[in-house]
């Protein structure tokens, strides 16, 4: 390896020839990228604020190419950071500055292997995107329930690779549970077959869940086999103004205790955040003749034999109005309705971009610390920067908000100044109540020391500990997740 | 240490003095048995075919004396064998025959700590039966869903250790996905602090997945934050006669379709299951004029509020009827009917008990390879043995067989010298299909030979990576779950 350092920025090659040589004989052309032009995709992230350098970029074909390609930079000492469709948010799959690493691109591993209505299953590649395996399912009359505003870019190794979260998580869960089973290139390029479709397999270690979530850390993912479900055609949704924060909580147990698991999607969006939407993103329009501090949205979700979901629903709201947890309520009365309710729930990022920089948290708090949290913090914030907007919205029902800040009306950029201060009051409030700081974004290299900071030495020396086990020369992602 | 042989098989004193000083100074009188009489009950397993010696059992009271167990144990090069509810199938919690090991008691960690069912949460340390905890769930209106034959014996930690499975597993997912965080004490005796309450938490490796089925080779779990749920109070049953195991299969699809995750357990019961259930079973009565060669019995279950879950399974059973999948059913119409259908399904256990010995195998096929593996398997076990007994039931909903044997009637004990041939051609043809030779009992001893032979060597240096790493002295459990 003959690293060199280019003054002009470009990239250079930092591989040696007989390494790409060898990777070229392995994948080809098409499967080893070192023009700049070519490379240029793969090295600044999806928020554009994450760049770096690359001795080349690998695009492997399939599994055998992958194990190739990791065995031999394996063999050179080369640190490969494997990349999916790069929409991660925080610097995951990004190579470091020092252009002596390698992408390795799961894009082209894209086959969707089978799909087994029958069985639930469904068997994809890494680079499959999240939207073509849900279309996957949905043609064979299943669902694949993760869903995400990324879902047509994203694909489905970096769902695994990240343990993705998005919009059904409530009923469905975060991507870990809905992996049954996983086929890895370890760190030396040996291939883990670990391809299994049955949901119960006690037969020692669950080795498959040393890889999701650790973000490529631990080797490779190539493929997995998927959980699917029975679609749910019938819908039945309603936008709410709950008293308050406790209320809104409150309502959700009401939800759940009548519709169980077919209560889809419970999401709280504040009046700041409405206030955004309703300025900012057309056809949409408040539902309520007064304004309210917090709204929720609830959908309930089944199949589309005969049900009632509305009948459920109402009495739901009926059951929250007589305790006196709801002040008004909109339930859809049909698709276009549905549809405007879910605008105002998913506009609110697009509005506040346009309402000049923010800050974004991803956390999760106890549910029953939702009311404490947002009071508490939102005064603290208040205090260090009056005028400060607190754009909170989010997956409510897994306690899981988007605690997003944007600056004063007359001074929006004044936020920046205070983005350590601020973010490090949201996240000592989250330590405190035994909350998780990044819900379903991963740690990348953005949240990967303020994680450290709030996690106890002994969690990380066991977190070690497993990363030297199974990366023993440490170059698969290094930098990522954490610090060895 | 001076480990001593006693010839007369008496349990001796394997223990150092000064390490039986130190133990009992932190873990007082009744933390430490040593006489023959109290150690007995730890010594052999619920199957009775497991038996082992120790130097003394250890029942610590709090996490702050397991932690003094452990370390103190771990400084003076003592194995420790942790153990529940002595409930396991496989050995897991037996200790060796050497004497030199000392089984660690959580059976005096017996609080409940919280429960909080506005969270859906629960704090229950690992001594706590599972149906304790199930009862305080029910206490505070909410439902812990683990449930099996032995929850009054089995607790927590033995649940969480050997990943547990049972009858509610189809709706509700096996012990791992019932659990938020832990509390586990490390080999050397640190407490790690894992008790977080929210579901999603993406900021690195999840740790707790390690302790998870690992049945104690890498710690001790000493507490846990379950998941709750809302109760289903309201249920609807039926026995069917489907065609075949083919229509079985077809007849839970069309069942999840219109019933989505209301559909609660799906099992499977073969006319040989039944035929001794019928005649050793009191009050079981067949529901049907003609004998069928599968049974399968299925149960919805809701919440009390406004619900129709019969006309859900009748309109199931229709369409079933109408494809030709079923040949008969019968729908139970109150408390004493379904428990009736239930009786005949849960009594095969103690039925084949009264016909001599039998051979169990607890496995799982992906569905689609159930009738193949009952047909495949069933005509070369008969070709081994003519008249064996295919005594065939389980949690079909999951894939799940218990595909036990009974001898032929007129030589019940001839099934035992084939002991050994029997169980490869089951677990042969298990593998070839990609199935599980262990669905929910673990390995323990007795099958973690087998599995590891199943397993590809990248699998399991995977998983001897991780033990060295977690437990690089060895000292937590060791021989069980796998060889290092």
């Not at 992230?45 to 394996?74: E, M």
């Not at 998580?169 to 870990?176: D, F, H, P, Q």
């Not at 990348?444 to 990380?460: F, I, M, N, S, Y």
């Amino acid at each position: 390896m003959t690293p060199t350092d280019d003054p002009r920025g470009h990239v250079t090659p930092a591989l040696t020839d007989g390494l790409l040589r060898a990777l070229l004989d392995s994948l080809g052309r098409s499967g080893v990228l070192t023009e700049p032009d070519d490379v240029a995709p793969y090295l600044t992230d999806w928020t554009g604020t994450h760049h770096g350098r690359v001795g080349a970029v690998l695009r492997p074909r399939d599994t055998a190419q992958v194990s190739d390609a990791v065995r031999l930079c394996a063999e050179a000492g080369v640190a490969m950071v494997p990349q999916g469709g790069n929409t991660g948010l925080c610097g995951g799959a990004t190579p470091d500055a020092s252009g002596r690493q390698v992408v390795l691109s799961l894009g082209r591993l894209r086959r969707i292997r089978e799909v087994d209505p029958a069985a639930d299953t469904m068997t994809v590649e890494a680079g499959v995107p999240l939207a073509t395996a849900r279309e996957a399912a949905a043609a064979a009359g299943r669902l694949f329930p993760l869903s995400m505003g990324s879902e047509g870019s994203c694909t489905i190794g970096g769902n695994i690779a990240t343990n993705a979260g998005g919009t059904a998580v409530l009923r469905y869960g975060m991507m870990r549970e809905l992996v049954l089973g996983l086929e890895v290139v370890l760190p030396d390029g040996r291939v883990w077959d670990g391809l299994r479709a049955v949901r119960k397999d006690n037969t020692g270690y669950d080795v498959k869940q040393l890889f999701i979530g650790a973000e490529g850390t631990l080797g490779v993912v190539t493929a997995a086999v998927l959980r699917l479900f029975p679609q749910t055609p019938c819908r039945a949704t309603a936008w709410l103004a709950p008293r308050d924060v406790d209320a809104a909580v409150a309502i959700l147990s009401v939800l759940r205790e009548r519709a169980a698991e077919r209560l889809t999607a419970y999401e709280l969006v504040s009046r700041q955040a409405l206030d955004m939407v309703l300025a900012h993103v057309p056809g949409t329009r408040d539902p309520f003749r007064e304004n309210h501090p917090w709204y929720a949205l609830v959908e309930l979700g089944g199949p589309a034999a005969a049900e009632d979901l509305d009948t459920v629903l109402e009495a739901s709201l009926g059951e929250a109005f007589e305790r006196d947890l709801l002040v008004d309520a909109a339930v859809a009365t049909g698709t276009a309705q549905r549809e405007a309710l879910w605008l105002m729930r998913e506009g609110v990022s697009e509005a506040q971009r346009s309402e000049g920089p923010s800050i974004k948290h991803d956390v999760t708090l106890p549910i029953g610390d939702l009311a404490a949290f947002v009071a508490d913090v939102g005064t603290r914030l208040r205090a260090l920067l009056p005028g400060i907007r607190l754009v909170t919205y989010g997956h409510v029902g897994d306690g899981n908000l988007h605690y997003n800040l944007s600056g004063p009306v007359d001074d929006p950029s004044a936020l920046l100044v205070l983005r350590d201060e601020l973010t490090a009051v949201v996240y000592e409030r989250v330590a405190q109540r035994g909350g998780s700081i990044s819900a379903e974004h991963g740690l990348g290299t953005t949240k990967r020391d303020a994680a450290a900071a709030l996690k106890g030495e002994v969690e990380l020396d066991v977190a070690r500990a497993v990363k030297g086990a199974l990366d023993p020369t440490g170059l698969m992602n290094p930098g990522k997740v954490l610090l060895t």
